[in-house]
């Protein structure tokens, strides 16, 4: 794969991890542990979840619901 100034390689600074679903910060704290252990792994800081975060999923689940809903109903 080219990169933009035409090197054969990426080069990455880190990676993004998602959990499955939120977890309260006591109990992620072995998770967050055991990924600081990787080799490699310079920081592992906890982003908190948020009311703005469960809107944006909650819409977007209620909006394939929907189409899911009308495919099934309709046929489209």
Do not use: N
Not at 24 to 40: F, M, N, S
Not at 53 to 70: M, N, Q, Y
């Amino acid at each position: 794969m080219r990169t933009p100034d035409g090197l054969d390689e990426w080069r990455l600074a880190g990676f993004a991890v998602t959990l499955a679903g939120d977890l309260r910060e006591d109990d992620a704290e072995p998770l967050r542990a055991a990924i600081a252990l990787v080799r490699g792994v310079a920081s592992v800081e906890p982003v908190p979840a948020d009311i703005t975060r469960h809107i944006v999923d909650e819409r977007a689940r209620s909006e394939l619901c929907g189409k899911l809903a009308t495919l099934l109903t309709d046929g489209k």
